[in-house]
């Protein structure tokens, strides 16, 4: 006799999501072996079986993207002394000593840095009476070497039309910085493409210049101000005398009036050690010496 039971469900309920939940676990069948299955199998004797305790471990791989660094450094080797003074004058700097030590305030610190400084040179003082500091020294007298040069950096005109490099000038404070002018000199050889521009390099990243001078003229000749290590003074190829103000970016600020610039290049600009520092001489191969005033 066969047994039936059907399951009925509305029709509105098909489809439901399940509704899980936790339960005790629960034997619904209990198969036991079957003994006469082993006579179908080998068994395998010795059984040799690999075990890896270490956890599987995957490779992979990321590229992010680079990240370009740009060294700025500074080298302060002159120290305290103020904008309008010239550490390479010796007037200046003797005239700027003595209103300094006028100043009672400069009394007082002088002392209190005395006792300081007097327990390091007495440091200094205790040496070892049987330690030969000089013994090496005899030795090296009689050792004459070739005078040698070592290139630190190479820096190479960023434009594919190559130029003459006409002018250096090294930055005032420690020469970290140095500034070069490009042009042709050769007369009307220059191309339509060539370049204008000259460069600001930087004594540690010789692959990008620090900064792109843009003026009217190929520069001949470029000076850094003594005084004013942000200003610059270029003489260009057609004669005319341009300032630049590096915190203003590469564009000249001023610029000579054509009418009294020279008629041929300017091969040499220098600044005048004045009060202002702000004045300079020009020269040219067309027998003129110009006053020139940045101001």
Request: charged content about 25%; proline content about 5%; aromatic content about 8%.
């Amino acid at each position: 006799m066969e047994i039936v039971y059907v399951y009925t469900r509305k029709r509105s309920e098909f489809g439901r999501q399940c509704n899980f939940s936790d339960r005790p676990a629960e034997l619904h069948v209990d198969i036991l072996p079957d003994p006469t299955q082993a006579l179908n199998f080998i068994e395998r004797n010795p059984c040799d079986t690999a075990i890896q305790c270490a956890h599987d471990m995957s490779e992979h791989e990321v590229n992010t993207e680079r990240f370009e660094m740009e060294v700025r450094g500074i080298n302060h080797v002159e120290g305290g002394w103020p904008k309008d003074i010239n550490p390479q004058e010796m007037e200046q700097t003797i005239r700027y000593r003595k209103k300094v030590e006028k100043d009672d305030h400069y009394i007082t610190t002088i002392t209190q840095l005395g006792s300081v400084m007097e327990h390091c040179i007495k440091q200094n003082n205790a040496i070892n009476i049987y330690e030969e500091y000089f013994e090496e020294e005899e030795e090296l007298e009689g050792i004459d070497e070739a005078p040698s040069a070592k290139t630190i950096n190479i820096f190479r005109d960023p434009n594919e039309i190559k130029r003459t490099a006409t002018h250096l000038s090294w930055h005032p404070d420690g020469g970290r910085k140095l500034a070069v002018a490009y042009s042709s000199l050769e007369f009307q050889q220059a191309s339509k493409d060539m370049s204008y521009d000259s460069y600001i390099w930087d004594i540690e990243s010789p692959n990008k210049p620090e900064l792109i001078l843009k003026p009217v003229s190929p520069l001949v000749s470029l000076e850094y101000n003594p005084k004013d290590s942000h200003i610059l003074v270029g003489g260009c190829y057609n004669g005319q005398i341009t300032y630049w103000d590096t915190r203003k970016g590469g564009h000249p600020v001023e610029l000579s009036v054509i009418e009294h610039s020279h008629r041929d290049p300017v091969y040499k600009v220098i600044w005048l050690q004045s009060k202002t520092g702000t004045e300079c001489f020009s020269a040219s191969t067309d027998g003129q010496v110009n006053h020139g005033d940045s101001v």
